[in-house]
């Protein structure tokens, strides 16, 4: 799928500041002159052709009593795509990726405590068969402003 001008006008205006409102697709298309309904199906398109992966909050686990940490593994080839399935299907895992390392699969992990994630880690083991999973919580946050303009 090719991205005209307004697709990228569209695309650089969600990723920041997103309105909250009960029309928020209304303010956008008045902010930048188009129809309510000519935004929800530029967004809708670009959704199906996996150009947007989702829309939606973000938050600080801690300021919302959470805890997050990023979890490394060491998976053969065979079992990466099981092993990735497995960590899915967990509740709290925002990313996975597969990377070119040793630890080859990584993924960050959100829930109340740090205690159930070491839990979810022993049972996505205990399913995988896979021993070798880092738990490398931060020990300080240095967080940039992820805006990407198009």
């Known amino acids: 799928m090719k991205l005209d001008e307004t697709d990228r006008l569209i695309l650089n205006r969600i990723q920041s500041k997103f309105p909250i409102t009960s029309r928020p697709y209304g303010a956008i298309a008045e902010e930048i002159g188009?129809?309510?309904?000519e935004v929800i199906r530029?967004?809708?398109r670009m959704k199906k052709n996996d150009i947007i992966r989702r829309i939606g909050g973000n938050f600080v686990p801690e300021k919302?009593?959470?805890v997050s940490t990023l979890c490394a593994a060491r998976v053969p080839a065979e079992k990466v795509d099981h092993f990735a399935e497995t960590v899915n299907r967990f509740r709290g895992v925002t990313h996975n990726y597969q990377r070119d390392h040793q630890f080859n699969i990584w993924f960050t992990f959100i829930a109340p405590s740090m205690d159930e994630i070491e839990a979810n880690l022993r049972r996505i083991s205990k399913e995988t068969g896979i021993t070798q999973i880092?738990?490398?919580p931060a020990t300080k946050v240095f967080k940039i402003k992820a805006q990407f303009e198009v």
């Not at 188009?34 to 309904?37: F, K, M, R, S």
């Open 42 to 44: 530029r967004i809708a």
């Open 64 to 66: 919302v009593g959470f």
């Open 34 to 37: 188009l129809a309510e309904d």
């Open 134 to 136: 880092l738990n490398l």
